[in-house]
């Protein structure tokens, strides 16, 4: 059997049989890299990650947020529950830390480990502010987009290698074969990398301001922290097709049209007045 067919039939038989299904959405996603493997490197890393970096401990701002990191994932282990996923957070182990760091930005690792770092909080301001990225962050974990960005790099890396086999084998020259790596490259990452990057950050978007909405943040003011954040970045940014996120614009039309939708979700659960 010729090489390029193995690959081609071994990236086939990854597809069909490592899925596993986004309860937010119901849809199938890759699991190339089980979470059994994904979740013990993820909380090594971010022990070192504490260990290398300046953590807040007892101030105001890092009891903040620690507590609205409760409340979200307590609002997504409500909504999980409901929805016929008991024990989805078995395996979540949640940490919060705020670390010092001018930075605008905080993340959430698989399983729960999330940091916020100091610069974002001028922008969030309040609570609030801080529940609506918390929750977005939250939402990237819950939904295994870690696990979905590593099993599409390494389908990335089979076509790769499909593409330099078939090159050979179709006895092109080292120059052209070179030509068509890169054509590749660029192909599968505008065309198919990036706006998968920009669906999960769009997923997230969403998902986080429902989970918001359950833990009793007002879904409104989610708009309004992106206006902020569009102030801070001074309205730059390369064009949303060749960027991993949506643009502000994007973003803050998609939350203002999702808010009714986050509070009735809400509702569901006996929530009807926000913070």
Same mark, same amino acid.
């Given at each position: 059997?010729?090489?390029?067919?193995?690959?081609?039939?071994?990236?086939?038989?990854?597809?069909?049989?490592?899925?596993s299904?986004?309860?937010?959405?119901?849809?199938?996603?890759?699991?190339?890299?089980?979470?059994?493997?994904?979740?013990?490197?993820?909380?090594?890393?971010?022990?070192?990650f504490?260990?290398?970096?300046?953590?807040?401990?007892?101030?105001?701002?890092?009891?903040?947020?620690?507590?609205?990191?409760?409340?979200?994932?307590?609002?997504?282990e409500?909504?999980?529950?409901?929805?016929?996923y008991?024990?989805?957070?078995?395996?979540?182990?949640?940490?919060?830390?705020?670390?010092?760091?001018?930075?605008?930005?905080?993340?959430?690792?698989?399983?729960?480990k999330?940091?916020?770092?100091?610069?974002?909080?001028?922008?969030?301001?309040?609570?609030?502010?801080?529940?609506?990225?918390?929750?977005?962050e939250?939402?990237?974990? &819950?939904?295994?987009h870690?696990?979905?960005?590593?099993?599409?790099?390494? %389908?990335? =890396?089979?076509? @790769?290698? *499909?593409? +330099?086999?078939?090159?050979?084998?179709?006895?092109?020259?080292?120059?052209?074969?070179?030509?068509?790596?890169?054509?590749?490259?660029?192909?599968?990452?505008?065309?198919?990398?990036?706006p998968?990057?920009?669906?999960?950050?769009?997923?997230?978007?969403?998902?986080?301001?429902?989970?918001?909405?359950?833990?009793?943040?007002?879904?409104?003011?989610?708009?309004?922290?992106?206006?902020?954040?569009?102030?801070?970045?001074g309205?730059?940014?390369?064009?949303?097709? &060749?960027?991993?996120?949506?643009?502000?614009d994007?973003?803050?039309?998609? %939350?203002? =049209?999702?808010? @009714?939708? *986050?509070? +009735?979700?809400?509702?569901?659960?006996?929530?009807?007045?926000?913070?």
């Amino acid at each position: 059997m010729k090489t390029k067919n193995i690959v081609l039939i071994t990236s086939t038989v990854l597809l069909l049989f490592s899925c596993s299904q986004n309860p937010f959405t119901g849809k199938k996603t890759l699991a190339l890299v089980p979470n059994s493997q994904i979740l013990p490197m993820a909380f090594a890393q971010y022990d070192e990650f504490l260990t290398d970096n300046n953590v807040e401990t007892g101030t105001s701002e890092a009891n903040m947020v620690r507590s609205v990191g409760q409340k979200i994932a307590k609002a997504s282990e409500r909504w999980l529950n409901a929805n016929g996923y008991q024990g989805y957070l078995d395996d979540y182990r949640w940490e919060y830390n705020l670390v010092r760091d001018d930075q605008v930005n905080a993340w959430c690792m698989p399983g729960g480990k999330i940091v916020v770092y100091t610069g974002i909080l001028p922008i969030t301001q309040d609570e609030t502010g801080l529940a609506v990225v918390m929750g977005h962050e939250v939402a990237h974990a &819950l939904a295994n987009h870690g696990q979905q960005r590593m099993s599409a790099g390494q %389908l990335q =890396q089979v076509g @790769a290698v *499909a593409t +330099a086999v078939g090159s050979q084998a179709a006895g092109v020259d080292e120059q052209t074969g070179a030509l068509f790596n890169t054509l590749y490259g660029v192909g599968s990452q505008v065309g198919a990398m990036l706006p998968f990057s920009r669906s999960h950050e769009t997923e997230a978007d969403k998902i986080g301001l429902t989970i918001m909405a359950i833990a009793g943040y007002n879904p409104d003011e989610a708009a309004e922290l992106w206006q902020r954040m569009k102030a801070n970045s001074g309205g730059q940014g390369p064009p949303e097709i &060749l960027s991993t996120h949506p643009s502000n614009d994007t973003r803050i039309n998609n %939350l203002t =049209q999702w808010a @009714a939708s *986050a509070k +009735a979700e809400a509702g569901k659960f006996g929530v009807t007045s926000f913070k």
